[in-house]
């Protein structure tokens, strides 16, 4: 039902502001941080010792070739690196797909089928003969790993709001840095057994380190909720106050939280989520070059045993999740996902720059450190940021879906960037990181720019004609392009 429509020569409206709505709803308070802390409680734990496993079970190949694993299956040339990179092909190609199956399939099922999944693949890895089985295995384990980050990250979207998004995707990354650190150790002491039962040390790292996230699979089916309908320990008045904190934003109908094909179009549409894209290739490039290839970035800074390289990993990774913990609760506070996203791209940058310097190996391991400051803020941001500005299921889960495709695809390019030949110093691969990050901060600061003055705008209460004559409930309905939606900057 249309509503009369203001004076057309002035075009303005009064901007809804849902946070103030939200503020005088009085079962908005004290119930929600209990709320929380049960949602916290029962999902978060969960989530992420199921990307700790995975990230481990991605990652170790890089761990695992300190461990003779290249003599053993006789890799010569590019071929280790054509092995890390070819797991991106498949993971690439199913990311999308696979997100938007999460909801049909019920994240429980589907996410527990992917654990045990790739948790038998990369257990089978040590068991590998030659480069083709090698191949082969890490194909496999690209197509059901590539549903398990993107449907975590949307996953998430199903409890908490959109001012709770960062620290809790935060949380993920924190799982990649403890991956990080604790591949670091395991591969240490599991590189120990080299000899027994026949098999060397980094095939032990493979079968190992697998088992753990089968187990995970079949927990997840069982203690998973599904959505908060499904969420087993929360009360029904508790699942009604859940499902209201979603509907106290802008732009968020019960329409718009069902999957549509014109939401997914409108993602495709949308310049804003590509330049996401393109920035997230920039920053992924970081992760996936620093995760693998630290070890290696180590090794080649002085004289150090396998072990020392292992437990130096350690301290950069912790850095780096602390940082980002930090930030993530200061972004969602400040409800700033930009400002952060440049200024610790801007330290990678630096970090970056320290580590091609013609220094001493106590200032490029310094190096190593400003880079992991920066990696996880710059990366992770970025992904709990898009989300926040699309209130619609459908375009929400397509253009993350479309954002980490894009990112993962750096995945491709860093598998080759830290080629033993280049060694000690490896100036190709940190310039190539150092350019592509400078490359995403600057976009994340167009849109930074561009979220914030387009609030401004909106502010003011201009209305295009295609609006006019639209009634409230079909302004909600555009969602992020409703002249009424007021952007996280």
Not at 421 to 437: E, K, M, Q
Request: aromatic share 14%; hydrophobic share 45%; charged share 15%.
């Amino acid at each position: 039902m249309a509503i009369d429509t203001p004076n057309m020569s002035e075009s303005k409206i009064k901007i809804q502001d849902a946070d103030a709505v939200a503020a005088t709803d009085p079962t908005f308070g004290g119930d929600e941080k209990k709320l929380l802390r049960k949602l916290d409680l029962h999902i978060i734990p969960l989530v992420m010792l199921l990307y700790t496993f995975s990230f481990l079970d991605r990652v170790n190949i890089g761990n695992a070739r300190l461990y003779n694993m290249e003599n053993d299956l006789r890799l010569v040339g590019n071929q280790f690196q054509v092995a890390v990179s070819i797991f991106f092909v498949t993971y690439l190609l199913f990311e999308i797909p696979s997100n938007l199956v999460l909801k049909p399939l019920t994240p429980s099922r589907y996410i527990a089928f992917i654990a045990v999944g790739w948790g038998i693949i990369a257990t089978c890895t040590g068991f590998v003969h030659s480069y083709g089985a090698l191949i082969a295995v890490r194909l496999i384990l690209g197509v059901v790993e590539a549903g398990l980050f993107p449907g975590l990250n949307v996953y998430l979207t199903f409890f908490y709001t959109k001012q709770e998004l960062a620290l809790r995707v935060g949380y993920l990354f924190v799982s990649a840095a403890i991956a990080g650190g604790l591949g670091g150790l395991l591969a240490y002491g599991i590189g120990q057994m080299a000899g027994v039962a026949g098999y060397s040390g980094w095939r032990w790292i493979f079968i190992i380190e697998g088992l753990p996230s089968i187990v995970l699979g079949v927990v997840a089916f069982f203690l998973l909720p599904n959505d908060i309908d499904h969420a087993y320990f929360l009360t029904p008045e508790e699942k009604k106050f859940a499902t209201a904190r979603h509907l106290r934003h802008y732009g968020v109908t019960e329409s718009g939280q069902k999957f549509s094909k014109n939401d997914m179009l409108a993602a495709f549409r949308d310049w804003k989520i590509w330049m996401f894209c393109v920035g997230q290739f920039g920053v992924d490039t970081l992760l996936y070059g620093y995760s693998t290839f630290l070890p290696t970035i180590i090794r080649g800074l002085g004289e150090w045993s396998t072990a020392e390289i292992q437990l130096l990993t350690i301290p950069c990774y912790f850095v780096g999740a602390m940082t980002y913990m930090g930030i993530a609760v200061l972004s969602d506070r400040m409800q700033m996902r930009g400002m952060f996203s440049v200024i610790f791209g801007v330290i990678s940058v630096v970090g970056y720059g320290v580590l091609l310097s013609d220094s001493s190996a106590g200032v490029h391991y310094f190096g190593c450190f400003l880079v992991a400051t920066g990696l996880y803020v710059t990366v992770g941001l970025p992904l709990a940021w898009l989300p926040s500005n699309t209130p619609r299921y459908g375009k929400r889960t397509t253009g993350n879906g479309m954002q980490l495709t894009s990112g993962n695809a750096a995945g491709i390019m860093s598998s080759f960037m830290y080629p033993s030949t280049d060694g000690p110093r490896y100036i190709v691969g940190n310039a190539v990181s150092l350019s592509l990050v400078a490359m995403s901060a600057c976009l994340f600061g167009f849109l930074w720019f561009w979220f914030a003055r387009e609030n401004r705008r909106r502010d003011e209460g201009h209305l295009k004609p295609i609006h006019e004559s639209l009634s409230e409930e079909e302004l909600a309905e555009l969602g992020d392009d409703s002249p009424r939606y007021k952007y996280t900057i």
